[in-house]
């Protein structure tokens, strides 16, 4: 089947099987490895993309299901060289060790920060409870995304001014 | 994990729906938010051959009052159910239900007509109509008929829906400031309940106690009766014979009935 969607800003039209999950189709199709398939169950967040602006498991969604909708993986974060605040957050607070985790919970901070600029702590853990760190390195993660959240805020109020 | 092959299509009204419903039999699912149906089709445990894919049907999204009454599209998404300012005023406990499920990604995606015409015994939202005395409208070719939530379910993953119909709108009563407590006991943050209790409004449910989300009738009646939070809360797992599993045995499943019932009173009395 046809399916068109927008993939980090670039418009997408490409025939595949309906049974095709949206983690294949950016990976396999599209190149696009930033979202990994860690448990293919809904449960570990590491296949976390944008639907919309919302965060999702792209293991748990298919291709014909975001026809027509905006993807966003964490490719489409940030500009060239330039990362985006989350990101840049994640490598200030070195808020990853293996790494494997943080595609998805970078992209999960971005939709939980999108929603609610100025989470506490309470909120950024719970805003990131479908998102497993084997490393168990939680701490810096949490510290990245209110790093991430702050900088926002200093950015906001300088446009402002 | 792959899906089994299947033909998928748009369904563009309910009418539409229930025209290729018809047209495909029981070889044809409904697909809502998917996140019930494509975990058991990557698992291969489901291999329908037709997916009628919902999204498009705008009529059976959105939130309305109708009387005393709070009316839910199907097709309302977790995360808009506990946003919704009309449900957290009308409905705290199903909001607060709606906020219980799985996690903030799973949340984006899962409905609730999808929650509860998959009708886990173990999950939120079947235990919050049930502990609200809600109601689902069911939409077949011969029109639509309002089903109670404590008929609505039959057995684990079965409910009275035919295969011929929809679940298209779901009904709770819409008592603003009415007391109510959920209790929830999982061993991972974002899991299912391996028990859980929602009382509100002289009504306590179940959730895991038995095929289908279980009414604590003797719980109730000794509340009534006045009994006290703790003396009701003993009775909570009369009758229940709740399945064993990895998690819990059978005396286990009502010890927690009893302590989370005992809370979720406690809760709801303040």
């Known amino acids: ?161 | 994990m792959i899906p089994a092959p299947f033909d998928y299509l748009t369904a563009t009204s309910a009418a539409h729906a229930l025209d290729l419903l018809g047209e495909h039999g029981e070889d044809a699912k409904l697909l809502a938010g998917g996140h019930s149906l494509l975990p058991m089709m990557k698992l291969r445990l489901a291999a329908p051959e037709v997916l009628i894919d919902l999204r498009r049907v705008t009529e059976l999204s959105g939130i309305s009052s109708d009387g005393d009454e709070l009316v839910i599209g199907a097709m309302t998404r977790h995360a808009e159910l506990a946003a919704s300012a009309l449900v957290r005023d009308g409905a705290p406990l199903l909001a607060h239900a709606a906020a219980q499920v799985g996690d903030p990604q799973i949340r984006h995606r899962g409905t609730i007509g999808g929650s509860l015409a998959h009708a886990d015994p173990a999950a939120d939202l079947p235990m919050a109509l049930v502990a609200l005395g809600g109601s689902v409208e069911l939409r077949g070719p011969a029109g639509i008929r309002t089903v109670a939530a404590d008929d609505f379910f039959t057995g684990y993953f079965e409910t009275v829906l035919g295969p011929d119909e929809l679940l298209a709108a779901v009904r709770v009563p819409s008592a603003p400031g009415q007391p109510w407590g959920y209790q929830k006991f999982t061993r991972r943050a974002n899991d299912w309940a391996i028990v859980g209790a929602a009382a509100t409004g002289g009504r306590i449910a179940l959730a895991n106690m038995g095929p289908v989300p279980v009414r604590a009738l003797a719980a109730e009646r000794a509340a009534a009766g006045g009994a006290s939070a703790a003396e009701a809360a003993q009775l909570a797992a009369e009758g229940t014979s709740p399945g064993e599993d990895i998690h819990a045995d059978r005396a286990f499943r009502q010890h927690l009935a009893r302590v989370l019932t005992r809370r979720a009173l406690e809760h709801e009395r303040g």
């Open chain 1, 1 to 161: 089947m046809q399916v068109n969607l927008t993939v980090n800003g670039k418009p997408r039209s490409d025939d595949v099987e309906p049974r095709l999950l949206l983690v294949h189709y950016l990976r396999e199709h599209l190149g696009l490895r930033a979202a990994n398939v860690g448990c293919d169950t809904t449960s570990c967040g590491a296949c976390t993309v944008l639907l919309d602006g919302k965060s999702v498991k792209s293991c748990t969604v298919l291709t014909a299901q975001a026809a027509g909708q905006e993807v966003t993986t964490a490719e489409g974060l940030g500009d060239g060289d330039s990362l985006s605040p989350v990101q840049a957050a994640f490598r200030q607070e070195h808020g990853l060790q293996c790494g494997f985790c943080t595609p998805g919970m970078v992209m999960a901070a971005t939709g939980l920060l999108a929603e609610n600029p100025h989470p506490t702590e309470t909120q950024v853990r719970e805003g990131l409870e479908g998102n497993f760190c084997r490393c168990t390195g939680y701490h810096n993660i949490v510290r990245a995304v209110l790093a991430a959240a702050a900088a926002g805020s200093v950015e906001s109020a300088e446009a402002g001014q």
